[in-house]
Nanobody, 122 residues
Framework: VQLQASGGGLVQDGGSLRLSCAASGRVSSTSTYLMGWFRQAPGKEREFVAAISRTTGRTYYADSVKGRLTISRDNAKDTVYLQMNSLQPEDTAVYYC??????????????WGQGTLVTVSS
């Protein structure tokens, strides 16, 4: 499985960005039924952000992003999107897309994509 992330960039405090992640290759449904996003801020551990089921469309969010970030999918393109609104400087991080399965507190990733940098200036 290959995951190609795009859409990062520099945005001002309160601005918006949309990230995309396109999946290709063979996928095992039992371990990769979720597609989602993690992020890693400078000096911090990687953390779960959001995920969506490829089959049901059910969504999962970290508490810190609820109401500001929205994950969606286009199954025909095997692509997920992360619409990020009301961005804050603390959202600055490298964002990684992943496929995986549901776990307490988020998801357990099986495959990672490359990161895309989001920088929010104050």
């Amino acid at each position: 499985v290959q995951l190609q992330a795009s859409g990062g960039g520099l945005v001002q405090d309160g601005g918006s960005l949309r990230l995309s992640c396109a999946a290709s290759g063979r996928v095992s449904s039992t371990s990769t039924y979720l597609m989602g996003w993690f992020r890693q801020a400078p000096g911090k551990e990687r953390e779960f952000v959001a995920a969506i089921s490829r089959t049901t469309g059910r969504t999962y969010y970290a508490d810190s992003v609820k109401g500001r970030l929205t994950i969606s999918r286009d199954n025909a393109k095997d692509t997920v999107y992360l619409q990020m609104n009301s961005l804050q400087p603390e959202d600055t991080a490298v964002y990684y897309c992943a496929t995986g399965r549901l776990a307490i507190g988020g998801m357990v990733p099986t495959y990672w994509g490359q990161g895309t940098l989001v920088t929010v200036s104050s």
